[in-house]
């Protein structure tokens, strides 16, 4: 189905998967798209809609008429749905319509998660997303419906959350040091707005902190008219306890450290930009540390950190300087702990860049460069088999290289590239753990605190796979530990999952399958599409072969890269036997990873369930390896039970009496 865009901040439209506007017809079109819409996915009855749509004075086709309606909605859009076939967007159940557009295809939606989500998010993370968020809007919310009964709850709803978002960014600008720009925007806010207590208040402290005192002190006096004379209230005792404050400049008001070191920030940053920027190779490699740093803040730090990082490296290529190119590559040695990359096309760019740059470098480039180029081939090439041998190749000569040197930077980075390469065969959990070990300890003794985080994440995930939930334990509390003293906010996305992966193993399975959907929320705006997608819907049908449940699902769920491996079983659940043959017939052998273990588990108990003898020897042949380890839990989230079950159960299946 054709991915639709919808927005409701501004006038109701509609966008088609190239970004091109779809024509919505006239008025009365829209007017139904926009009630459906409102209803979130819920059922709009035919009578609401006539009802709504003429406002209590219908025509007597009035029904027809809403039906004529719908269906040239449904031409709009999906015109490549075959006449005569059910739409999948625009539905028809029971007595009326529901569009069935997912949230996160919803501008207003997208709205309302962004803002949710920063409530929770430091200020530095949370004043990006609030400023994202609100440029989402294009107008007032269902401008073309201003005096519509039926949209005036929801308009005056999304306008709230607007005007609380607003505020929210203003305060945490100020929370940053950027009284300034707090004070621009809430300028324009108050005015439009003035029985806005909040705002007047933040509006006030931006300019004292400004230093322009008697400013806020005026805005106050016209904010205690305005609410006097046109609202008929008095001001709330916050406005007054500023306004004395001010007055005595109160500690409270001035900028605190955090405040302080944003406007060192802002300070250093506007020099660097304006002394530096002749320098175009100074500037890449600057942008390149710094998209490192960014990395590790998360959500759409991380996203942003990937983005420019490839430009930068793409910028440095064109000016054809291959050792400043390996510089620019070679700096961003972010640690990286879940083995499917997040933008696989990008990963291979980066690859291939990394490749190309080892041919160009003279003989007498820096050994130092040269290893953290393979080190980058090792690390970006993750998850992919088919290149296994020659990433694992340059995992091995990265570390050479770096114990030769005695660089124990370089070294914590291209073990890290080598831990992504330990899984050429399933039950290398020890061989990791051994990594991980020597990550701990150089990094510990280098103070080098992300690489230290990512060693113990490599400790808990091995001790995961042979259910040491006690060692895994010390290893999760001391990362959450680190990750709390150097603000490394991701960490808890791991742990997280990790105590949900334990209670799943422990607990009855209606505990864990709380446990996991609990965990499940710490992913949101994580910036870690590569783990999210489809990983909790595949965690809880690992939990249900685990306790020996029925595999059930529902059918509308997005298996996001799990979807080869999981569906021939839900094809046999839905009693589907002969698709489920076909499609074993092609699926292909699970990537090595840290789910290769809980894949090939879910292959084994498909292919046993229809008697496919060649698919269960293979996949006894590899299994076996980890017969002492529990399948999957080798990633620290999730596990379909113990590997000795499965190879239990193949070996039932396949023995002479079975055929």
Known sequence: MPVIEFGVLGSVAAWDETGEPIALRGPRHRAVLARLLIARRGVVPVGRLVEDLWAGDPPADAVGT?????????????????????????????????????????????????????????????????????????????????EERWAR???????????????????????????????????AHVAEHPWREDAWQLLALALYRCGRQADALSV???????????????????????????LRHADHLDPGPSDAAAHVWAQASASYASMVAPRARTRLESTAGLMRDLAVTGGGGLEAARRHRVAAVAAAEQLGDPELTARVIGVYDVPAVWTRSDDPAQADRLVG??????????????????????????????????EGTRALRAAHQAVASARRLEDANLLVFALNGLFMQTFERAGLAARRAGIGAEITEAAARHGLFTYEVLGHLIRLQAHCATADFTAADRHAATADALAERHELPLVAV????????????TEPPQL????????????????????????????????????????TADPHTDWGPYEPWVRPLLLLAEGRDQDAVR????????????????????????????????????????????????AGAASGLLTAGPVADHLDALAAALAPHAS
């Open 66 to 146: 809403v039906r004529t309606f719908v269906a040239g909605l449904r031409r709009a859009l999906e015109p490549e749905r075959p006449r005569r076939t059910p739409s999948r967007l625009l539905v028809t159940e029971g007595p009326g319509y529901a569009l069935r557009a997912e949230p996160a295809h919803v501008d207003a939606r997208r709205f309302e998660h962004a803002v949710a989500a920063a409530a929770d998010l430091p200020p530095a993370q949370a004043v990006p997303r609030l400023t994202e968020a609100l440029e989402l809007w294009r107008g007032p919310a269902y401008a073309d419906f201003a």
């Open 583 to 630: 499609l074993l017939a092609s699926v292909p052998s699970p990537p090595g990873d840290l789910l290769y273990e809980a894949l090939w588990s879910l292959l084994a108990r498909a292919a046993i369930q229809l008697d496919d003898r060649p698919l269960m020897r293979r996949a006894q042949r590899a299994l076996e390896p980890a017969r002492g380890e529990l």
């Open 153 to 187: 709850a929801e308009r005056s709803r999304l306008t709230e959350l607007r005007l609380t978002a607003v505020e929210r960014r203003a305060d945490g600008r100020l929370a940053l040091g950027a009284a300034a720009d707090a004070a621009a925007d809430l300028d």
């Open 494 to 505: 791991f742990t997280t999952w990790y105590r949900a992966l334990r209670t799943a193993t």
């Open 353 to 386: 860049a990394a490749e190309r740059t080892l041919l160009l470098l003279p003989p007498g480039a820096s050994e130092a460069a040269r290893a953290r180029l393979l080190a980058t081939v090792a690390v970006e090439s993750r998850g992919t088999l088919p």
């Open 512 to 551: 864990g399958e709380s446990a996991y959907r609990a965990a499940a929320k710490s992913l949101e705006g994580a910036g870690m599409p590569g783990l999210e997608r489809g990983l909790l819907p595949l965690a809880l049908l690992c939990l249900r072969l685990h306790h020996g449940l029925p595999v």
């Open 220 to 246: 106050l006096r016209r904010a205690r008219q305005l609410l006097r004379e046109h609202l008929g209230v008095e001001p709330g005792p916050r406005l007054s306890r500023t306004e004395q404050d001010i």
